[in-house]
């Protein structure tokens, strides 16, 4: 990707904040016109700055109040015995992230979930099913400090 000069930084800063801000107000706080803005836009999400622009929603509104973070250790740490398993996490709707990671574990989830029993079954899905799995470690989120899914620039 090319380098990112002020202005682009400015733009991802504030849209990040705000993705529904409209462009000439946009174009307004960043010092420049309109149609110059929109260029800018478009070039940032050409060169993958901007990977998708969403609503982030309240979990607990939408009656997933549960998260979970689940520390895991395969067996065998190939990429070709990782597959089913990468598979499986990008298809379940209540895995929101998932990491393949260095150091004493070798993937983290995130989950949010409705309840326990959603937990329990995606459990067994996940890992009671997958025989590389050497275990899983959950950690249930009783409150949260923090929950920003921006980059800082």
Request: with cysteine; proline share 2%.
């Amino acid at each position: 990707m090319g380098e990112l000069d002020r202005i682009d930084t400015n733009i991802l800063r504030i849209l990040q904040e705000n993705a529904d801000i409209a462009n000439a107000t946009l174009a307004d706080r960043v010092g420049l016109s309109p149609s110059a803005c929109l260029r800018r836009v478009a070039k940032l999400r050409a060169l993958g700055a901007i990977r998708k622009t969403i609503a982030v929603l309240d979990p607990a509104v939408v009656g997933r109040p549960l998260t979970a973070v689940i520390n895991l250790e395969f067996h065998r740490h190939g990429n070709r015995y990782r597959q089913g398993f990468i598979k499986k996490v990008r298809e379940l709707a209540a895995v929101r992230q998932g990491y393949i990671v260095t150091g004493e574990v070798t993937g983290v989830l995130v989950l949010s979930m409705r309840d326990m029993a959603e937990y329990t079954a995606l459990c067994e899905t996940l890992f009671d099913a997958d025989d590389n799995i050497v275990w899983y470690r959950t950690y249930i989120a009783t409150e949260i400090i923090k929950d920003e899914i921006g980059v800082a620039l």
